[in-house]
């Protein structure tokens, strides 16, 4: 795809968004492209599902409102950057912590913020239950999402000891929500945070069941959570009792 292409989805999808967004996100493209080539970064091969399922989707939340005003954002388990970075492009004011526990994918996405020159990020090798205890990290985001991460018991966990009281966790989610949303509500519950409606997200020209769920923080999640790194996948917080 060129940048043309690029720029026509997102005029389709209505995504607002700063000038140069179209060629910023080429460039990701081109970089994503070759990097795959040599290491994991993403299972989706075409352009334009690759646009669509990873640009795009990451950027229908500034049609929702979710972000709002918000002035931080931590993306936990950015993977290959979405929807932190992608985010990041979009809005140059917001401050956006990209936070992964694999080196080399940080490699990747600190090559394409200088590529692209994008400046408001800061990039975290931690995995997501240690870096939630450093003094810095911890309940100082106004938003801490993830896409594609966990069921949203264990997400919660992920998140909410990083947003400050009245701030929000945004989890993106598909069809297997509702599932999710009894065990997520318990364990959300134990950490501070209240579930909010989720907010349909689509993207123009694909039947994809694209959901985000806010989940709003209440109170300070209590110093004994997150538990240590792998417990809150294996015994998920909205399994107990």
């Known amino acids: 795809m060129n940048i043309k292409d690029i720029a026509d989805r997102l005029d389709e999808n209505g995504i607002p968004a700063a000038p140069g967004l179209a060629e910023k996100l080429h460039i990701y493209l081109e970089l994503l492209r070759e990097w795959n080539s040599r290491m994991d970064l993403t299972a989706v091969l075409e352009d334009e599902e690759t646009v669509d399922r990873h640009f795009i989707d990451s950027l229908t939340v500034l049609k929702t409102g979710l972000i709002g005003d918000a002035s931080s954002l931590i993306d936990v388990g950015t993977g290959a950057g979405f929807p932190g970075l992608v985010l990041a492009m979009a809005n140059p004011e917001l401050r956006v912590t ?19 020159g994008t ?40 998140l909410l000891p990083y947003v400050r009281i009245g701030g929000c966790a945004l989890c993106w989610k598909g069809p297997a929500l509702k599932d999710e949303l009894a065990s997520g509500r318990r364990a959300a519950h134990l950490l501070g945070g209240s579930l909010e409606m989720p907010v349909r997200c689509s993207v123009a020209g694909r039947e994809w069941e694209h959901l985000i769920l806010p989940i709003r923080k209440v109170q300070s999640t209590p110093k004994q959570y997150p538990r240590k790194a792998g417990t809150p996948k294996q015994k998920p917080l909205g399994n107990a009792g």
Do not use: M, W
């Open 119 to 158: 400046a408001n990020t800061v990039i975290v090798h931690a995995r997501a239950e240690d870096g939630a205890r450093r003094k810095e990290l911890r309940e100082q985001f106004d938003i801490a999402a993830a896409r594609a991460l966990a069921p949203v018991d264990v997400l919660s966990e992920y």
């Open 98 to 116: 990209l936070l992964d526990a694999q080196q080399k994918r940080l490699d990747f996405i600190q090559a394409v913020c200088e590529a692209t």
